[in-house]
Structures are given as structure tokens and as C-alpha cells.
């Protein structure tokens, strides 16, 4: 609740804020009307059933049971806040991906365009808390059936009904080849039947090296509508060799403070709206986050909580983006809502589990104390 001790209500690398306030504009495209048919987000990509120990794993202990995964975060986000979302993606067919279904669709996610795969298993994730701020993550999706998405699933299951926005990380071309052929393929539908197109920068190292996810994010600015990503990440994006941390940036002659972190940022924003990005918001961390338009920019900051777990915590950022903007609303009240669910996620434990519904929103103004009857 506010008043608590601060926690970073958006999960990013490093970053501040600090840039001039101005009102935001509308995304470069238009967003489609909501049809009855027609739903209001398209995302997939890899579910896990995740494991939650209770302290160090090579000393056993409890284990709680659940699942996670980045677009399907998303997707329960923006479920509990009254949109139509569908999620594809492909599970094994074993207990694992029964778990992974039932859990989406009792959260009211549709998932008729997810695939079952006989020939490989659901994917598996571990959290181990080491610190109080400090949790260790295993992997363990090498040959998933998740990692094996064919784009002609996406195909069906994006044409079944073309969506007004469509969501995808950076984390689902990482996993294989064939995943990342969907990823580009949902582009190309959203491209040809009017999607808004938001893109997640996602970045995982495990995955992938920077090299490689520059190469395809590069291919994919020009198709995306709204980037989110963190400060750290921009670069991935950049055109003309922009790099990882330490590369040197394709910024113009003009001469920057090497700790102008702010300036720095909202030139490699220009220089991706230059290449056709409608809308780049930034997630800063326990700073907030800046969404910059061709209008300008906005910066707010992040919601002061009782940190329980930061995991999720940019998933749920991205649902609250989503919402406010799928409700037509401005940059600031897109930035305010994401900046709450965002705070929520870090509130409470868990991937998803604390993503708010739309009457909860409210709640973190209220004093410490308070008892909702």
C-alpha cells in the first residue's frame, strides 16, 4: 500500500527518468474498432509450469506450483481488466501443459489457437530465492514444445481473428528457429489486416546473445507501432550497428555527457520513431518509466509499495499500457495505469498472481490500514 517502503513497480535494468513533460499523442496507426468477433489482444509464445522453492534449491525444501511465461502474464493482465485477449502457443501433451491451459482459461484467456505437441515436453521454471531482493532463475525449455511453435499455428490462429493489437516479445524468437519464423510471420498478419503491432524488448541472455537479438530486432522496428523496453535495452533496436552495453551509439555529432542518461535515451527514442515506431515507452525501474511520441515525451514515476516480488513485475507494466491505450486513452493515463499494475505485481508474490482487476485499480491510494469491506 502507499506509504510502504519503496520497491520498483516496473522491473527493468538501471535508468532514470527526467525528461520534459508534455502531453502524448496517439499511436502512429489507428487503432481498430472493437468488434464483438474480434479480439482486442493476440499474443503467444512459450508457458511454463513454474516451481517456487522456498530457499536454496540443492537443500530440497517446499515447492510452490504454478505458471509463467511473458505474453501469458500479459494476457492474464488484461484479462482480469475486461479485454478479450487470445493466446497461441504450443504445450506438450502431458499434465504440465494441461496445467498451463486450464490455469490460462480460468483466467479467462482464450486459447483455442493453442497447439498440443505430442513429440516434446511442457517447458519448466525454477525460482530460487537466495536474497530478500535477490532470486535466481533455471531455465529449463531446450526442445519444449513451446520452443517448437510453427508459424502456420500462428497463422490459423491470428486469422481465426485478426485482433486489434497484437503483443510479442523478444523472448519467443530466442527460443528457436521455428519460433522466431511465427514471431515474424504475426507480424506480417498484423501489418496486412491493420493490427497495432507492440513489441516487448524482453532481452534474455540465456537465450541469446546481443548480436543475434540486434539482428532480428533491427528487421522488426520498422513493423512495430509501440516499443516497450528498458534503458538497456534500446540499443538492441537501433539502426546502423547501435549495440549492447559499451558499443558506441549511432547518435548525431552533436557532443553528449557520457552521464546524460535521460538525453541519451531520448535521442535513441527519436532515432527509432525516425524509423517508423509510433510510440517508445521505457521502463526505468524503481524510476518509473518515459513514453516518448512524436508530441514529446511524459515521464511518471513508480508507485511506492511493500515489495514482495518484482518478478512479473514489467508484464504487468505492459497489461496496464495495453489497457489504457486499448480504452483510448491518452500517454499519461496509458503511463498511470501501467506504473499501477506494474506496483501491484511487485506487491504480491508470484508471476501473475497479483495482477488487479479493473475495480482494484484504486486501491493502492489507500491509506496503510485500510480494510475494504
Known amino acids: 500500500m502507499t506509504g510502504q517502503p519503496t520497491a520498483p513497480a516496473v522491473v527493468a535494468r538501471g535508468g532514470r527518468g527526467g525528461t520534459t513533460a508534455r502531453p502524448g499523442a496517439a499511436t502512429a496507426r489507428p487503432l481498430l474498432p472493437g468488434q464483438p468477433d474480434r479480439p482486442d489482444v493476440f499474443t503467444f509464445g512459450e508457458t511454463m509450469v513454474a516451481l517456487r522453492g522456498s530457499g536454496p534449491l540443492k537443500l530440497g525444501g517446499t515447492m ?14 488484461l484479462a482480469r481488466l475486461g479485454h478479450h485477449v487470445r493466446w497461441a502457443g504450443a504445450v506438450g501433451e502431458d499434465e504440465a501443459g494441461q496445467l498451463v491451459l486450464r490455469t490460462l482459461r480460468a483466467e479467462g484467456v482464450e486459447i483455442s489457437g493453442a497447439a498440443t505437441d505430442p513429440g516434446a515436453p511442457t517447458g519448466l521454471l525454477l525460482f ?14 531446450a526442445g519444449s514444445a513451446g520452443s517448437r511453435l510453427t508459424a502456420e499455428v500462428i497463422r490459423r490462429a491470428f486469422s481465426a481473428a ?21 514471431a515474424r510471420c504475426a507480424l506480417q498478419l498484423a ?24 539482428e532480428v530486432l533491427r528487421e522488426w522496428i520498422p513493423a512495430v507501432d509501440v516499443l516497450i523496453a528498458s534503458d538497456d535495452e534500446l540499443p538492441l533496436c537501433l539502426p546502423g550497428g547501435g549495440g549492447w552495453e559499451g558499443s558506441p551509439l549511432p547518435l ?15 535521442r535513441q527514442a527519436g ?4 524509423q517508423g515506431v509510433g510510440e517508445i515507452v521505457v521502463k526505468l525501474g524503481a524510476a518509473g518509466a518515459t513514453a516518448f511520441t512524436h508530441s514529446g515525451s511524459l515521464h511518471r514515476p513508480a508507485k511506492t509499495v511493500r515489495a514482495a516480488d518484482a518478478v512479473g513485475a ?19 493515463a496509458r503511463l498511470e495505469r501501467a506504473v499501477t499494475t506494474g506496483a501491484f505485481a511487485v506487491a504480491s508474490p508470484g508471476d501473475w ?21
Not at 163 to 174: K, N
Not at 256 to 266: Q, R, S
Not at 314 to 331: H, I, N, P
Open 64 to 77: 510452490n506450483v504454478s505458471i509463467a511465461g511473458a505474453e501469458s502474464n500479459v494476457a492474464i493482465g
Open 128 to 141: 530460487e530465492p537466495r536474497l530478500p531482493e535477490v532470486t535466481r532463475v533455471h531455465y529449463y525449455r
Open 162 to 182: 485478426p485482433p486489434r493489437v497484437l503483443h510479442l516479445t523478444g523472448i519467443t524468437p530466442a527460443l528457436s528457429p521455428t519460433a522466431r519464423s511465427a
Open 191 to 214: 501489418r496486412e489486416h491493420g493490427s497495432l503491432a507492440c513489441l516487448d524488448v524482453n532481452f534474455r541472455a540465456r537465450l541469446w546473445t546481443a548480436e543475434e537479438a540486434t
Open 252 to 266: 548525431p555529432p552533436q557532443k553528449v555527457a557520457a552521464d546524460d542518461a535521460a538525453a541519451t535515451v531520448a
Open 271 to 274: 532515432l527509432l520513431m525516425d
Open 314 to 332: 514489467g508484464d504487468a507494466f505492459v497489461a496496464g499500457y495495453l489497457s489504457a491505450l486499448l480504452d483510448g486513452e491518452g500517454t499519461a
Open 353 to 373: 498472481e497479483g495482477a488487479p482487476t479493473r475495480s482494484e485499480l484504486g486501491m493502492l491510494g489507500a491509506p496503510p490500514g485500510t480494510v475494504v469491506r
